[in-house]
């Protein structure tokens, strides 16, 4: 018999498998895709993804962190690229701090070697979730190859199956739940810049690039074969969108006009155009996130955000350790930890969902402006005189573990007070 049976094993299904296998539990881990550890994988989204503190504490956690890191690319800044002009480089903190530029596919990997390496944790791929039974708390699958194949999986069950989690799904179909998506306007496809001929990085690899252009923008990071991944974040439909992007001349065009250097860098941009998808970016907030004492939700089953703040993985984590921890002070029961660990994380996956959409304004908008540069060096300046007092809201985002309400708050009361003295200044001098 099963103690747990965790549905989806992506970055936060197998990161919760292996704590609760560490802590002796007995896990089910069931997964509809084949195991990424041994031959191809499903083309998915995001190739590499930013790992920052929040997501390395976790790591830590469960011995993981050395092995990851070993496998990142630090990025201590943002390297902006405007239309014209040379480069700038922003720093993301005044103490050479970094984000992590990870594979997915290598954390994912990890994470489920780390799960398969505490014997009590049962991987189970090609098993896709089909049904749920909330009042006994017992899974569904079928073979995902070909819809054959039922088996009852019984037991505590964790959704961990991503922004359209089928267990959350089950769980929307009783009264009184709430559910919301909403989606941008806009989409994200993804392009690759491959390694130069002596296998080195194109661009400076410490560093994520970003082309601002007002309504929309793209992004690269480093990988650690030399290569970027490059994603485009372009609206679907209007005048500068997917949407008129339909040929070959069209997307050289467009390119050519707006990302003039990044050209020379995609050799292969056409092939990338047309045969990578257009991912929608969806923010889905639910509630209650668990039922009872048989069904608890995590990740992006949870709270799907937009990817702009690069936290939704280390959110992920988060909400693991938060988990976990309930458990181990609840002794257990689950009917006590579930509701102590929702009312725990809902109010900052609210924060970080609303930060994210915020920070997509500020990184396709404003980052290029130079009162914005201005702002972020005031800001730096104030951290660096007042460490304690003023710390910016990246800072305490990406590299603090300030539960993201907290911090989304502090940077509010931050930015009123130092307007405040602004005002003040402004007042004496005239
Ligand atoms: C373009 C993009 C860039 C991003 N960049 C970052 C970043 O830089 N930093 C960051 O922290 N986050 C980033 N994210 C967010 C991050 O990818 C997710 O928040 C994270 O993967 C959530 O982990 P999860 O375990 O909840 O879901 P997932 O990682 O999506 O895992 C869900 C798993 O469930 C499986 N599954 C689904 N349905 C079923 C079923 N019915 N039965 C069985 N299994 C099932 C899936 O195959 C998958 O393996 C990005 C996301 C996108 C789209």
Redesign the pocket.
């Given at each position: 018999m099963n103690e747990f049976v965790i549905?989806?094993?992506?970055?936060?299904?197998s990161l919760m498998a292996t704590l609760l296998g560490r802590s002796g539990r007995r896990v089910e881990l069931?997964?509809?895709?084949p195991d990424p550890r041994s031959g191809p994988v499903e083309a998915g989204?995001?190739i590499n993804?930013?790992?920052s503190t929040r997501?390395l504490h976790a790591l830590e956690e469960i011995g993981l962190r050395e092995q990851v890191l070993g496998m990142a690319i630090p990025l201590h800044g943002r390297m902006i690229h405007p239309m014209r002009g040379p480069l700038a480089f922003q720093p993301y903190g005044t103490h050479g701090q970094a984000i992590n530029s990870v594979s997915r596919l290598g954390l994912n990997q990890a994470l489920l070697g780390a799960a398969e390496a505490t014997g009590t944790v049962r991987l189970r791929f090609l098993?896709?979730?089909v049904d749920l039974d909330p009042e006994s708390g017992e899974v569904l699958t079928v073979d995902a190859r070909n819809g054959l194949g039922e088996e009852r999986h019984p037991g505590i069950v964790i959704g961990?199956?991503?922004?359209?989690?089928?267990v959350r799904g089950h769980l929307q179909k009783r009264e009184r739940h709430d559910y919301s998506q909403t989606y941008l306007s806009h989409g994200?496809k993804e392009l690759h810049i491959p390694p130069a001929e002596d296998g080195s990085h194109r661009l400076e690899r410490h560093a994520l690039h970003i082309w601002p252009r007002g309504g929309y923008m793209m992004m690269a990071m480093a990988n650690v074969d030399g290569s970027f991944t490059v994603?485009l974040y372009l609206a679907f439909e209007g005048p500068e969108s997917f949407h008129w992007l339909r040929a070959p001349e069209d997307v050289s065009r467009f390119f050519e006009r707006t990302f003039p250097d990044a050209v020379p860098l995609l050799p292969g941009l056409h092939q990338d155009f047309f045969a990578n998808p257009i991912?929608s970016l969806v923010t889905i907030r639910t509630r209650p996130w668990h039922h009872e004492g048989t069904v608890a939700l995590?990740?992006?089953?949870a709270h799907a955000i937009v990817?702009f703040f690069?936290?939704?993985?280390?959110a992920?984590f988060e909400d693991c350790l938060a988990l976990s921890g309930a458990l181990t002070r609840y002794s257990g029961d689950c009917a006590r930890a579930f509701p102590a660990y929702e009312a725990d994380r809902r109010p900052h996956a609210d924060a970080i969902a609303d930060l994210a959409i915020a920070n997509f304004q500020e990184m396709r908008d404003k980052v290029a402006s130079p009162l914005f540069r201005l702002e972020k060096r005031a800001e730096a300046l104030l951290h660096r005189l007042f460490p304690d007092w003023f710390v910016p809201l990246y800072t305490m985002i990406s590299f603090s573990r300030i539960p993201y309400a907290e911090a989304r708050d502090r940077a509010a009361r931050q930015r009123r007070a130092v307007r405040g003295i602004g005002l003040g200044l402004l007042l004496l001098v005239l």
């Open positions: 549905v989806g094993a992506g970055l936060g299904g069931l997964e509809r895709r989204r995001s993804l930013a790992i997501g098993r896709r979730c961990a199956d991503g922004a359209w989690s089928a994200y994603t991912g995590l990740g992006d089953a990817p690069g936290q939704g993985a280390n992920a």
